[in-house]
């Protein structure tokens, strides 16, 4: 049974600072790996997606990388801004069945 | 990507009641999916809505609490049925679209039932 898991549950940087949040899954036969980003009481944001033949995507400051061996992943967030405060998920979906599994999320805060 | 649209966005239910949410895509999809994100929790998968027959339910969920309806490509509901106060969640409407399957959700659905 595929699990995943997201370290660190919360995390408090200045702002400028570059951070890397980490994801790590038990079942490598994953079909895609997906991040996302969730304001308080508000649905998820897409933010990158990586295919199972990817090693990394780029959008803006945001680079996000895939080692499928090893069943990691982690998003890089570069020079952060307070606007970056909030929850960040990552999710897996199997191949076969495109069902996305949820990691518990690491809670981010940006200080001005 | 997809546009959709979660009606009602919060609600405040009395135990023993029923609610039903609604989803609405702007695009025909194949796959539409609903969450559950219980309070501080991450999101877990309640079923997979299939267009013209049953709902998927994963393990723990059943359809005579969660019956879900699908009667076309950019439609779905999702009813809440008699609420206890530990179905205070936000319900969440997912679609997956393209050759890459990249999921969208809805804004979600805040549900607290007293």
């Known amino acids: 049974k595929q699990e995943v898991t997201q370290i660190p549950a919360a995390l408090s940087v200045p702002e400028g600072e570059n951070l890397v949040l980490n994801c790590s899954f038990t079942d490598s036969a994953i079909y895609n790996l997906q991040w996302f980003r969730q304001d308080p009481g508000k649905g998820l944001t897409s933010l990158l997606l990586?295919?199972?033949?990817?090693r990394e995507q780029t959008s803006g400051r945001l680079n996000a990388s895939l080692d499928k061996s090893s069943g990691r992943s982690t998003l890089y967030i570069a020079a952060s801004q307070p606007g970056d405060s909030a929850t960040y998920l990552c999710?897996?979906?199997?191949?076969?069945?495109?069902?996305?599994?949820f990691g518990t999320g690491t809670r981010l805060k940006v200080l001005a | 990507s997809a546009v959709i649209s979660q009606k009602p966005s919060r609600d405040i239910c009395q135990r023993g009641t029923s609610l039903t949410i609604q989803c609405q895509v702007d695009?025909?999809?194949?796959?539409m999916f609903w969450y559950r994100q219980q309070p501080g929790q991450s999101l877990t998968l309640i079923a997979t809505a299939n267009q013209g027959s049953e709902a998927t339910y994963e393990s723990g969920f059943v359809i005579d609490k969660f019956p879900i309806s699908r009667p076309n490509l950019t439609f779905s509901t999702l009813t809440v049925s008699n609420m206890s106060p530990e179905d205070s969640s936000i319900y969440l409407c997912s679609v997956e679209e393209g050759v890459n399957t990249e999921a969208f959700f809805g804004q979600g659905t805040r549900l607290t039932v007293v």
């Open positions: 999710a897996v979906s199997t191949s076969g069945t495109y069902k996305y599994i």
């Open positions: 695009s025909q999809v194949t796959m």
């Open positions: 990586i295919q199972s033949s990817q």
